[in-house]
């Protein structure tokens, strides 16, 4: 199971927004409703921010959303701040294969 | 609140096998409503699914094809706690080893919800 492809970095200035794309087959992220993003700061474990495409957990900002097109997810953080910089990471359900993880995206606050 | 609580060795020799231990708290290994995962992320594999555990009126266990043949997820009742084992271990297998969980909430999956504060373990003689 090939890994889903993220842009390996994206960046934005404080209060503007960054749309980071996770691009997969029909076989995971076009094929079920079953994608979630994570940030991972420096040394830390990830943190669920999204599932099942676009619903955010307890505690997670509003700021937070995402979307999906065809074999393509998408996460926007808008009203970017500097905690925001971290990596981030698609996940999506590929069936018999279970589980598959993107490439990951660095997001910079400039 | 969940916690997980990583446990294990940090070096293991090549061919050896590789042992870690999750003691949960906050929640059951037997919840009907949760599984148990396992997950490493090296700089050449980036984050990889490994296998789950998880209790449906019994037992099951998911592994993923990249590891099947090598690998044991284990959980403990007892001590409310699961365990991966990875045999045959080369120095592929170095990675940051994370456990974590799955919850579902009214039929709902909630994936890699709390997660385990990770392991590095170095596969080196």
């Known amino acids: 199971q090939s890994a889903l492809t993220q842009p390996p970095s994206a960046s934005g200035s404080p209060g503007q927004s960054v749309t980071i794309s996770c691009t997969g087959t029909s076989s995971d992220v076009g094929g079920y409703n079953y994608v979630s993003w994570y940030q991972q700061h420096p040394g830390k474990a990830p943190k669920l921010m999204i599932y099942e495409v676009s619903k955010r957990p307890s505690g997670v900002p509003d700021r937070f959303s995402g979307s999906k097109s065809g074999n393509t997810a998408s996460l926007t953080v808008s009203g970017l701040q500097a905690e925001d910089e971290a990596d981030y990471y698609c996940?999506?359900?590929?069936?018999?294969?279970?589980?598959?993880f993107g490439t990951g995206t660095k997001v910079t606050v400039l | 609140q969940v916690q997980l609580q990583q446990s294990g060795p940090g070096l293991v020799k090549p061919s050896q096998t590789l042992s870690l231990t999750c003691a949960i708290s906050g929640d059951s290994v037997s919840s009907n409503s949760a599984a148990w995962n396992w997950i490493r992320q090296s700089p050449s594999r980036g984050l990889e699914w490994l296998g789950r555990?998880?209790?449906?009126?019994?037992?099951?266990?998911d592994y993923a094809v990249s590891v099947k043949s090598r690998i044991t997820i284990n959980p403990d009742t007892s001590k409310n706690q699961f365990s991966l084992q990875l045999n045959s271990v080369t120095p592929e297998d170095t990675a940051v080893y994370y456990c974590a969980r799955e919850s579902t909430i009214f039929g709902v999956v909630i994936p890699f919800d709390y997660w385990g504060q990770g392991t590095l373990v170095t596969v080196s003689s």
């Open positions: 996940s999506s359900y590929a069936g018999s294969n279970f589980g598959v």
């Open positions: 555990t998880y209790y449906r009126s019994k037992w099951y266990n």
